[in-house]
């Protein structure tokens, strides 16, 4: 076979391309750098800001710091047990809520759909919001985390187009065999579903990983906050939590800055890790996102 010979514009357009994505490339990864060096760097060298991209010199006391801090562990495991809590849930109501809406003999698909789609567009606001977790006895508690957004409107949506695709055969073999619906989505959906099952893990696992703003409405006791706000105390609000047993004021004043980086490194690694491994599910998912009737 002949090899396609580019002219000299298009080897051009390619060669403008692709300096573009590496210039996207160093504007995205430039943040990631500056913040990991100035963890890791001498703190004489982060406070005087000479710090522009590599680290100068090497320290590791500010992580020490953190490490030491048993309120950062403290939030940390809120945040485990929130993002596998609750990503738990959400799937869980998910498949439950989209399952019968990909049903077309399901009477009531329509109207629930329609109310499903209003929810996405308009919503009762904080002071409601706040009054209703009251009421029901959630406030304070890691319930007030885990049940207010059980469910995601457009996730619902994005599973029902999956379980749409799934043939109407499959269905009606299992009912001939004697299975009820129930049966038919154990058994038969969800084991041809595990890519829309990987979608919505990733997507839920992510916002509750990230989740601060219900902890602020809801969790006012420190015990049960996620370690993003412990992340806004010491970083926002330049609360020195952890730094609250160092006695000496030149030690403090000397980690006080690096600590923030380091804290961000600690907060954002797991996420760093795993996701652009697991990106290509995000992508699937907006593709399975194309709405159809």
Known sequence: MTAIRKTTGERTV???????MWVVVAITLYPFL??????????????????????????????????????????????????????????????????????????????????????MFFGGGLIPAFLLMQELGLYNTRWAMLMP???????????????????????ESAKLDGAGEFAILLRIVLPLSMPIVAVLALFYAVGHWNSFFPAMMYLPDPRLQPLSIYLIKVIIQNSDVALKDMIDQHDRSMISVQLKYAMIIVTIAPILMIYPFLQKYFVKGVMIGSLKE
């Open 14 to 20: 390619d060669w403008l391309i692709a300096a573009g």
């Open 34 to 119: 500056y913040v990991l060096s100035m963890s890791i760097s001498n703190p004489v060298y982060v406070i005087d800001g000479s710090v522009w991209l590599y680290p100068k010199g090497f320290s590791l006391r500010a992580y020490d710091t953190i490490f030491d801090n048993p309120d950062m562990w403290r939030s940390y495991g809120n945040t485990i047990f929130y993002t596998v809590a609750g990503t738990s849930i959400n799937i869980a109501m998910t498949v439950l809520a989209a399952y019968p809406l990909a049903r077309r003999h399901f009477f009531l698909r329509k109207p629930i759909m329609v109310f499903i789609v209003v929810t």
């Open 149 to 171: 957004g059980a469910a995601s409107a457009f996730l619902i949506i994005v599973s029902r187009t999956f379980f749409q695709d799934i043939p109407e055969s499959l269905h």
